[in-house]
């Protein structure tokens, strides 16, 4: 059994995860650091998980224990944390936050199984893509794949609430939310940096803007993205090219049908789809924030690190109805 330790559980992420290890075949949780609530039952924090375990929280941080530990931090606060404590050499780490996912003076490998498979299992540490940026890139690398990004593109993305975080914010309150729309860190969101190097990764280069524009959505869980691309290719020949590069991809398809949020919710799938307008290509992708594009894809590095298979723990129904 993989022995794992989760820091930061007390959270979204940390429950999503703590529910899909419950749940994997070959894992354990060893423990679930919270400092804020040492002592109490996960099931009490997270209530979802009433009757599936007795597990508590700790304050404890026992990394000799454990074979892999997932860091379910805020961004930020995974090398403030590094700074400050040590974790055995052999100790594997997933981080889930924005700190290592730009390549520079660390050896954490960018943990986008689609295009960095072969890096993920050689890997002591990962660092687990972005929500809106994994949603983005699988829309997009095809294309560049093709070296089809010569023109700026448009994308626009809306999220549920659960990726602004757990704690209570202004645009997360309920009468806020609810029968609302709004945009925040137009052109400008954090997530741009790690999509702009996947595909240069990919392309080769890039030399135009990804213009992006993230909306809060009136629902709690998934992400639904467009995404406009320039180009005289054949969109026949764009689509075969789509399906061939995500052939052996686990979790990301390519579907003939137009594609609906609830298709993905609850599930670890990106799913993706082209439609052909004159010159344009609009590729539409979709994602569960929570899972594909945060817990369910590091389980998803987790399973690669440990040399089995990609898909344990994670075969999970949409949510259709």
């Known amino acids: 059994m993989i022995r794992v330790g989760i820091l930061g559980a007390a959270g979204y992420t940390g429950g999503e995860l703590i529910r899909l290890l419950l749940n994997h075949p070959?894992?354990?949780?060893v423990f679930a650091n919270s400092e804020s609530n040492a002592g109490n039952l996960v099931s009490d924090v997270h209530e979802g998980l009433v009757?599936?375990?007795?597990?508590?929280?700790?304050?404890?941080?026992?990394?000799?224990?454990v074979d892999v530990v997932f860091f379910c931090f805020g961004?930020?606060?995974s090398e403030a944390f590094l700074k400050e404590h040590t974790i055995p050499s052999q100790v594997k780490?997933?981080?889930?936050?924005?700190d290592f996912r730009i390549?520079?003076?660390?050896?954490?490998?960018?943990?986008?199984?689609?295009?960095?498979?072969?890096?993920?299992?050689?890997?002591?540490?990962?660092?687990?893509?972005?929500?809106?940026?994994?949603?983005i890139q699988l829309g997009l690398l095809p294309a560049a794949n093709l070296n089809l990004l010569k023109y700026d593109v448009s994308v626009n993305a809306i999220t549920g609430s659960t990726g602004a975080g757990q704690k209570p914010g202004a645009t997360t309150h309920f009468s806020w939310r609810n029968n609302n729309l709004s945009?925040?860190?137009?052109?400008?969101?954090?997530?741009?940096?790690?999509?702009?190097?996947?595909?240069?990764?990919?392309?080769?280069?890039?030399?135009?803007d990804i213009d992006f524009i993230p909306y809060r959505g009136d629902f709690a869980r998934g992400i639904f993205c467009t995404e406009v691309i320039r180009t005289k290719a054949p969109a026949d020949e764009v689509i075969q090219a789509y399906?061939?590069?995500y052939a052996d991809a686990a979790f990301t398809h390519y579907s003939d049908k137009p594609i609906d949020l609830k298709q993905v919710v609850n599930t670890n799938k990106c799913l993706v789809h082209i439609d052909a307008f004159e010159n344009k290509l609009l590729v539409t992708t979709a994602i569960d924030n929570l899972l594909k594009g945060a817990v369910g894809q590091a389980v998803q590095n987790m399973n690669l690190l440990f040399?089995?298979?990609?898909?344990?723990?994670?075969?999970?129904?949409?949510?259709a109805f």
Request: some cysteine; proline content about 4%; glycine content about 8%.
């Open 26 to 29: 070959e894992a354990e949780i």
């Open 243 to 245: 399906k061939d590069f």
């Open 93 to 98: 780490i997933i981080d889930l936050a924005q």
């Open 75 to 77: 961004h930020g606060k």
């Open 51 to 65: 009757g599936d375990t007795e597990l508590r929280f700790t304050d404890a941080m026992p990394f000799e224990d």
């Open 183 to 208: 945009i925040y860190k137009p052109f400008t969101h954090q997530h741009l940096a790690e999509i702009r190097q996947s595909i240069k990764q990919v392309q080769g280069h890039l030399d135009v």
């Open 307 to 319: 040399g089995i298979d990609e898909t344990a723990g994670l075969r999970l129904k949409a949510s």
């Open 103 to 135: 390549k520079g003076n660390h050896d954490y490998v960018y943990g986008l199984p689609e295009i960095n498979k072969e890096e993920i299992v050689q890997a002591q540490h990962v660092a687990n893509p972005g929500c809106f940026a994994t949603a």
